[in-house]
């Protein structure tokens, strides 16, 4: 079977794209840079949100200089810095250390200068419970963020631990009838602690396509459509970064009715579990 959803993106150094990529809207990098180490490139028509997932980097964005953006070591090690960077932008980027960077984009015609996403302003907490139990940063969201500006992007990250199901029940993004439902395309991008475990990613669509994915480091699942949920291996603890673009920013999940009893359970399983 010819899957057409997912892939592995490569990991050496310098902007590695996505292989091929089903969205119309999202696309996806990643940056690998070592120190001192330094790269060039132009946001063109569409917005870019860059992801610090480990390292420290100096960015220059048009006139804009932010210096040393960074600091955990890897993706697993705090909350990220990033750097929001708008369209029409000349970049550089200089290794300060060793740097992975995550270069999620969508299209953009919103004029705004460039800023960055300190740690203290990245949302944090707790989604579901028992073994559908997992923790976010919220990076740049219209509810948790709503003063920092943007067009498309929505980014978080979602930490799955060992033997949990994490997007359960599973959901999906497909039309927009808010506030049930927002039309949203997204991407997941997955590390995995420690490196040599995995996760599995379920898509699938109400026209009954489906796509099993073996989430190891550096897989990418890409959503145009479709319901989905993931689930990390025991013993191992699954990192993704998720991002999302649609016409709008407002957030909106359909859950999957056959399934979405489950999230009536949470309040009743929290309280068990205290």
């Known amino acids: ?15 590695n794209a996505l292989p091929f990529n089903p969205c119309s809207l999202l696309d996806f990098s990643l940056l690998r840079l070592d120190a001192g180490q330094s790269t060039t490139f132009a946001s063109g028509d569409r917005e870019i949100l860059a992801v610090i997932l480990g390292g420290t980097a100096t960015f220059t964005v048009g006139a804009a200089r932010f210096a040393e953006v960074g600091g955990r070591p890897n993706v697993f090690g705090g909350k990220p810095h990033s750097v929001y960077i708008p369209a029409g932008a000349e970049v550089t980027v200089e290794a300060d250390s060793a740097v992975e960077i995550a270069l999620p984009s969508a299209p953009s015609d919103l004029a705004t200068d460039p800023y960055v996403i ?21 990076i740049l969201t219209e509810i948790s963020q709503p003063g920092l500006p943007a067009r498309r992007l929505i980014v ?7 033997g949990n199901w994490s997007t359960y029940p599973p959901h999906r993004h497909k039309h927009d009838n808010l506030p049930a439902e927002a039309a949203h395309e997204e991407m997941y991008y997955f590390r995995v602690n420690p490196s040599d475990g995995f996760g599995i990613c379920r898509m699938y669509t109400d026209e009954g396509y489906e796509e099993n994915f073996t989430a190891r480091d550096h897989g990418m699942q890409m959503m145009p459509e479709g319901y989905h949920t993931v689930v990390s291996a025991p013993g191992y ?4 970064l998720w991002v999302l673009a649609g016409t709008q920013r407002t957030q909106g999940a359909l859950e999957d009715v056959n399934l979405s009893w489950v999230g009536r359970t949470v309040p009743m399983l929290r309280d068990l579990g205290h």
């Open 118 to 138: 300190e740690p203290a302003k990245v949302a944090s907490g707790r989604w579901g419970a028992a073994n559908f139990g997992r923790t976010y940063h919220q």
């Open 1 to 15: 079977m010819e899957y057409k959803y997912h892939c592995y993106i490569p990991a050496e150094r310098g902007r």
């Open 237 to 240: 603890t699954t990192y993704y």
């Open 156 to 162: 978080g990250e979602t930490y799955t631990p060992s």
